[in-house]
């Protein structure tokens, strides 16, 4: 087969399709998206397995579950903080016995490039007792999602493929190897799957009779390496994932090159750091994301005789992404010369909404409105709207996670915020924002919802929304809402007036309305445009 | 042999495509490549860039370590400049002279270009005017990816076969003006008089 370049994400994609993958289920989220894409235009090509975006992490989880317990392979992935609204099936599934692999895919955004944390998915993993990959390169990220099906189906348990934003959104060569095929149907058993106590109780045991066997699996993984330096036994390197990449990009080629140990594998290859610690004085253990590794050598109270050092010693940065010159500081070596500003001071340029953008006209008619009322305020979600709390609009005062918008302007309302009004697009409104809209319909909370209908998940791209339209509508009142009070606005520049005026009427009413400010996302409209 | 490459712009200016083209001609030619870029929230009109990485050799990282880049290619000027850090000291810096305002503090660029041309090695090129030459505005990254092939370790007939490739789904119109931009570029490149430090007064 041909060498194919590919971004990380298109790499795990493909390795799962060649481990004979039935179904792919994922909700867009940076860095994460790419995934999906790439299987989606696979499958649409080949017609041979299923890949869809799901209405959130959660079902797309669930639904990946239904596939294993079918008895076939499922790929579900998610950005890293996707991994937090699936967590309830995502824990429960390393106890079902899976029939089919299943492979979980979180991809972490260290730097928060496009996120509101920094979370680092392997603590799931070690949360959930399964075993993780986490690869350095493009090859690896193919090679171990194909070894991830065949140990999540040796073992019975999801295995993890942690990315992160650097190899999720880089591209380099991949070479596929020979494609297996799928499984056939096979049901899976009742008792495994119903997790009742006393089948639970079973199964947990079962898990933690696993570890051993698991740990065992990460100290023989070939993806794992140690390289000691026979002559130096002063400093040995512990690096995992792309951190090994910084490490050796300063020192490969070295013959003074210290003790190197490569981990790519959960749990933790306990042999293979034991090896290393009793090789060296100081271990410098470099990981991109938490200090997982580090804190488990440290413990408590270190190890007598040796020194650990890393994020928590503070040789390297605690926040954002590693780079080649901060691992590059903590091996002592000097940095490069470079050019530079020579303190020349350079604007900054934050994301911001497209020029003409629907969500430009709703805040501007919305701080128009609200700017009558002192004591309001704007609960934001997440999306492009988001961008809404940057000058010139700051039109909105939060934005904590998807959906959060409404369920914090009905606690808002209950405690005094007048008006307390919540701005969501229509695609987090499916993803999370119709089961807090359920909760103020019954209360009849006294608050204002804005969702934005712009027909798709913009930010990452384009996907496509299940809460649009006329769909969308009908939710509303499905839910609850009374039908005088949802109100639907188009945002543009010459409804301001009217737009205020609707905003008003519906902020002064005491109880729960909906606005929703139809308008198609241009980004969208060029793209259907170009492609005719 | 190696090459390090910073591209340099604003979301939407099409660096993506740039890398794409550099990124494929490269695996074509048996070279080792990685590229790094960015997707997601600054690709909404904020400063994006890509860590395009090739060589002979096994490459590492998929970010370029600053002091490490052989050349920044920049379809704007203040875009060029974020990234000065990542440049060798003999390193080269090929940058649009047309700005993209689209912030409120954003600088007098004459004062932008000033600062390109302390770089010991640099060329700035009008690549609205060469785009619109070439029969579209929309062209300005491959006038830039043009100006900048006679310096890439991959051969120009490699580089033209990917933007065919990128553009067909587009149209020939689009093909040729794309293809057209290039060479406009080239060949400003080839005329250009960029100073080397040590010949300045």
């Not at chain 1, 319909?441 to 998940?457: E, P, Q, Y």
Request: hydrophobic share 40%.
């Amino acid at each position: 087969m041909k060498p194919e370049i590919l971004l990380g994400d298109e790499a795990v994609a493909l390795g799962a399709i060649h481990a004979g993958l039935s179904a792919g289920y994922s909700y867009p989220g940076t860095p994460a998206s790419e995934i999906m894409e790439y299987l989606i235009k696979a499958a649409a090509k080949s017609q041979s397995f299923v890949a869809s975006w799901s209405v959130n992490e959660k079902v797309a989880y669930e639904e990946a579950l239904g596939v294993s317990f079918a008895g076939k392979r499922a790929l579900v992935s998610m950005k890293h903080v996707g991994l937090n609204v699936a967590a309830d099936p995502f824990m429960n599934s390393a106890l079902t016995n899976l029939n089919g692999g299943l492979v979980v895919v979180p991809a972490d955004d260290p730097g928060m490039h496009s996120s509101q944390n920094e979370q680092d998915s392997r603590f799931y993993a070690g949360f959930a007792e399964i075993p993780c990959f986490e690869p350095s390169n493009h090859q690896e990220a193919y090679e171990m999602t194909r070894e991830a099906f065949a140990i999540s189906e040796r073992f019975g348990l999801p295995v993890m493929i942690r990315l992160v934003t650097r190899l999720s959104h880089s591209r380099s060569t991949v070479q596929p190897r020979e494609p297996r095929g799928q499984n056939e149907l096979r049901h899976g058993s009742s008792q495994d799957w119903t997790l009742l106590p006393v089948n639970a109780r079973r199964r947990f045991k079962a898990l933690l009779d696993s570890q051993a066997a698991l740990v065992r699996l990460s100290e023989e993984s070939a993806f794992n390496s140690l390289q000691l330096n026979e002559k130096d036994r002063l400093l040995g390197i512990l690096a995992s994932g792309i951190a090994f990449n910084y490490v050796q990009e300063n020192l490969a080629g070295r013959e003074d090159s210290p003790s190197i140990l490569k981990v790519c594998t959960y749990p933790i290859p306990e042999k293979l750091i034991r090896r290393l610690v009793e090789h060296v004085q100081t271990v410098l253990v470099v990981e991109e994301g938490f200090p997982l590794i580090e804190r488990s050598l440290q413990g408590l109270f270190g190890i007598p005789g040796k020194t650990i050092r890393g994020k928590l010693s503070g040789d390297l940065p605690r926040t954002g992404e590693l780079s080649p010159e901060t691992v590059r500081s903590a091996l002592g070596l000097k940095p490069l010369e470079r050019l530079g500003l020579g303190g020349f001071e350079l604007a900054a340029r934050p994301p911001q909404l497209c020029a003409g953008c629907p969500h430009a006209d709703t805040f501007q008619a919305l701080n128009k409105a609200v700017g009558e009322y002192p004591k309001g305020n704007v609960f934001s979600d997440i999306g492009c709207y988001t961008l809404g709390a940057y000058p010139p609009y700051r039109a909105v005062q939060t934005c904590v996670c998807m959906g959060a918008s409404v369920g914090m302007a009905k606690g808002g309302a209950e405690s005094g915020i007048h008006p307390s009004i919540a701005v969501i697009g229509d695609s987090t409104f499916g993803h999370s924002g119709l089961t807090p809209l359920l909760e103020a319909a019954a209360a009849d909370t006294n608050m204002t919802v804005f969702i934005l209908d712009n027909g798709t998940v913009a930010m990452t791209g384009g996907q496509p929304s299940y809460a649009s339209g006329n769909r969308l509508l009908k939710m509303i009142e499905g839910l609850g809402v009374a039908r005088e009070h949802i109100r639907v606005i188009e945002p543009l520049p010459k409804n301001l007036e009217r737009n205020v005026l609707v905003i008003k009427e519906e902020i002064e009413h005491r109880g729960l309305s909906v606005i929703v400010a139809v308008r198609e996302c241009l980004e969208e409209a060029k793209k259907k445009r170009r492609s005719g | 042999m190696k090459q390090d490459i910073i591209l340099a712009g604003v979301g939407g200016q099409g660096i993506i495509s740039i890398a794409y083209v550099i990124a494929s001609a490269a695996l074509e030619e048996g070279l080792e490549v990685k590229q790094a870029e960015v997707h997601g929230m600054s690709q909404r009109g904020g400063a994006v860039q890509s860590h395009l990485r090739l060589s002979r050799q096994r490459i590492w990282s998929d970010l370029i370590p600053r002091g490490e880049a052989d050349l920044i290619l920049s379809v704007e000027p203040l875009e060029a400049l974020r990234y000065l850090d990542y440049l060798r000291p003999d390193g080269m810096v090929i940058s649009s002279r047309v700005p993209f305002v689209n912030i409120r503090d954003y600088p007098d660029v004459e004062i932008l270009l000033r600062k390109i041309r302390e770089a010991p090695r640099h060329l700035i090129i009008d690549s609205e005017k060469l785009a619109r030459e070439a029969g579209s505005s929309r062209t300005q990254n491959m006038v830039l990816l043009g100006a900048a092939a006679g310096r890439l370790m991959v051969k120009e007939e490699s580089l033209t076969r990917f933007i065919r490739t990128l553009f067909e789904r587009h149209g020939e119109n689009i093909v040729a003006a794309n293809l057209k931009a290039f060479a406009l570029g080239k060949a400003v490149a080839a005329a250009a008089d960029y100073v080397p430090a040590s010949g300045r007064s």
